[in-house]
Every structure is written in C-alpha cells, then in structure tokens.
C-alpha cells in the first residue's frame, strides 16, 4: 500500500532556473520537480536549535526563565542557527544572546527530534563560570540548579526540556 505525503509547501517554482514545477511521485512521495533542472522539492526541511546544558565548576546547570508569549518558563539556552554559522557557532551566539555569558568546552551531547514542529534539537554541554547574567528581549533570569527538585517541573517549557533535564540530571 502506497503512503503518499502531500507536498504543504506551496512553492510553484523552481529555486535554481525559475521554470514551473509539477506534482509527481517519487518512492511513494508527492514532490514537486522541475522538467528543466530536474531539481526536486522533497519538501523535507526543519528548523535547526542548538542548545546548550552549560554547568558550573559545582555541576549545577544553567536554565534561563523565559519572556513573552511563555513568560516564566524555564528551558536551557540556545536558538535557530542562522544561515552560514557552523552549529557550534550557532551554540555559542545563542548562549550569549540569551545570558551575556560566554560557555567553554562545547561537546555534542545528544539530539532530538520533534517531527509535528519540524524541529531538531542539537545538545550541546559545556561549561559556564557564574557571573553577571544580562537581561535580554527573550529572557529576564537566569537560575542554577543541581537537581530536578530543585525547580517545579510544571515550570519547565515543554517535553524537550524536561527530557533533557531528566537526561542530565540522572
């Protein structure tokens, strides 16, 4: 039996030379490809986070309370890469943007995925000396913790931070 994903793009034109698209099925896939270039709509992209669970010499980890449409939600810092930064990078501006503070001894921890938001988390952890942290347009507080009782888990931004927590905190 045929699984036919429906392309929900509404792209109508080829990126690389401009000619029309048109639906075919490629593996059992709904796509848009051009006639002219071959190039092919896949229709498969997501956004990419890098986050960081940043600790101190203490093994306390650094979660940020977050403003706006979320305010008061605890989560870990990080954000979009932007196009042209290596994921490191992406880590590091992220870091500073939501702390004023800077991390050291980036390593890749883990992924996750989240497919309903299209949405894939790269883990970093690193370490963070406790210093000044610097409100900011996206977050007002920055909290230590060393164990999950130390905050109320309802508090948390959603299943991708608690998960990780757990996973850290273990």
Request: charged share 30%.
């Amino acid at each position: 039996m045929c699984n036919l994903r429906k392309n929900s793009r509404k792209m109508n034109f080829c990126p690389n030379c401009g000619s029309k698209l048109y639906e075919k099925t490629i593996n059992d896939s709904l796509v848009k490809s051009c006639n002219t270039c071959e190039y092919i709509d896949w229709n498969n992209w997501v956004y990419v986070s890098c986050v960081i669970a940043a600790f101190t010499d203490d093994n306390e980890v650094l979660l940020v309370r977050l403003k706006g449409k979320e305010q008061g939600k605890l989560t870990f810092p990080g954000g979009y890469r932007d196009l042209g930064e290596t994921l490191d990078q992406a880590a590091h501006r992220e870091f500073y943007e939501e702390t004023g503070m800077v991390v050291h001894n980036l390593e890749l921890y883990k992924t996750f995925t989240k497919d309903e938001q299209r949405l894939i988390w790269i883990v970093y952890k690193g370490k963070v000396q406790k210093s000044e942290f610097v409100e900011n347009k996206e977050v007002f507080e920055a909290i230590y913790i060393r164990n999950i009782k130390d905050i109320d888990c309802n508090d948390l931004r959603g299943k991708l931070t608690k998960a990780l927590l757990i996973d850290l905190l273990s």
